[in-house]
């Protein structure tokens, strides 16, 4: 799961909580005890819900079916893909406009963590979150991410395939989100 996934599962929590959700791909390391308690708790549970995810078979057979020789970045752009069609699928939602202006919010209001430092202000100018709903967005925020790491873009090279494999991914998708949703105890398939 990528940011607004993480958001809507939280949605409901403090904003520190939500901000640890939001944050934790910067955060390193397992001690937490310099952050304050409730943000300690967003990224203890961002990192649970990622273990789970990677960890669910629909993620497994759709790694499986990315390319060999990009299969080890697969885990990013998924992540990515499914906010995608998280937010292609609740785009105009009040409750998606509410859970966005919220992260926009606290992120401009607050400094990441300094591998994230740079992304979020552009993350929020640029309106990600909702930008995903396009999948065109989608696929040049990935490569973007992509040119991030060092080597040749990976995750620029898995573009072709997720296009290709769209709706199999989609149904993948389909099987996750509802039972993620029920693994963390949540009652509607969307909020």
């Not at 952050?35 to 789970?52: N, Y």
């Not at 759709?62 to 970045?73: C, G, K, S």
């Not at 607050?110 to 990600?128: I, K």
């Amino acid at each position: 799961m990528n940011f607004l996934a993480h958001a809507w599962l939280v949605s409901a929590g403090s904003d520190d909580f939500l901000y640890g959700n939001l944050i934790a791909d910067g955060v390193k390391g397992r001690d937490l005890s310099d952050w304050p308690a409730a943000i300690a708790q967003g990224v203890r549970h961002h990192r649970r819900v990622d273990a789970w995810v990677d960890s669910h078979p629909s993620v497994a057979n759709a790694r499986r079916r990315a390319p060999v020789a990009q299969r080890r970045y697969a885990g990013i752009a998924l992540d990515m893909l499914w906010d995608h069609f998280l937010a292609r699928d609740t785009a105009g939602q009040t409750d998606q406009n509410a859970i966005v202006e919220r992260c926009y919010r606290l992120l401009s209001a607050r400094s990441a963590p300094n591998r994230l430092a740079t992304m979020m202000p552009v993350l929020v100018e640029q309106d990600w979150l909702r930008g995903y709903a396009d999948f065109d967005f989608t696929c040049r925020a990935i490569a973007g991410i992509g040119r991030r790491l060092s080597g040749p873009n990976q995750l620029a090279a898995l573009v072709p395939w997720l296009d290709d494999d769209y709706q199999a991914l989609e149904k993948d998708f389909q099987t996750l989100w509802p039972a993620l949703l029920a693994e963390l105890g949540h009652t509607d398939p969307l909020p």
